[in-house]
């Protein structure tokens, strides 16, 4: 199966809002040799376009949308970011945000929407999760400048 392929199985497996065939695709992806940074790229990111392109049509739900990005940042997570690392490659980016749900909010569906979009758009986003204290915010956006 070439590389075009698979990105298409990637993008499919973000529109079909289910995390175990994301995981599967992007396992799969990486079996063949295929470089992390291209499987974010031209399969997960552009899945994540697509699903954003179709909530703001109306045709996709907030629902939706929330499934596509957890599916997408537990591929990223556990499977892409330590393969990059490991590799030492790193993706081209409009720039770094810092993101997070300030301390007393545990709430952060927003957050994860945000923070998947920024990403496929092609920002660095450094997720510090939620219930966050203000402190942690201002050390991690100077130690990514």
Do not use: C, W, Y
């Amino acid at each position: 199966m070439g590389q075009e392929a698979i990105f298409d199985e990637l993008v499919n497996a973000v529109l079909s809002f289910d995390a175990d065939k994301v995981m599967d695709t992007t396992r799969k992806a990486l079996s063949q040799g295929i470089d992390p940074v291209s499987i974010i790229d031209d399969g997960l990111a552009k899945g994540l376009r697509v699903v954003g392109k179709k909530f703001e049509d109306g045709e996709l739900f907030l629902m939706h949308l929330v499934a596509a990005a957890e599916a997408v940042q537990r591929a990223l997570k556990e499977l892409l970011e330590p393969e990059i690392s490991k590799r030492k490659e790193k993706r081209e980016s409009l720039g770094r945000i810092v993101i997070g749900t300030v301390a007393g909010d545990i709430h952060d569906i927003g957050k994860n929407i945000v923070a998947a979009l920024l990403f496929a758009s092609g920002f660095e986003a450094h997720d510090l999760g939620k219930d966050v204290p203000v402190e942690e915010f201002v050390n991690k956006a100077k130690e990514v400048d």
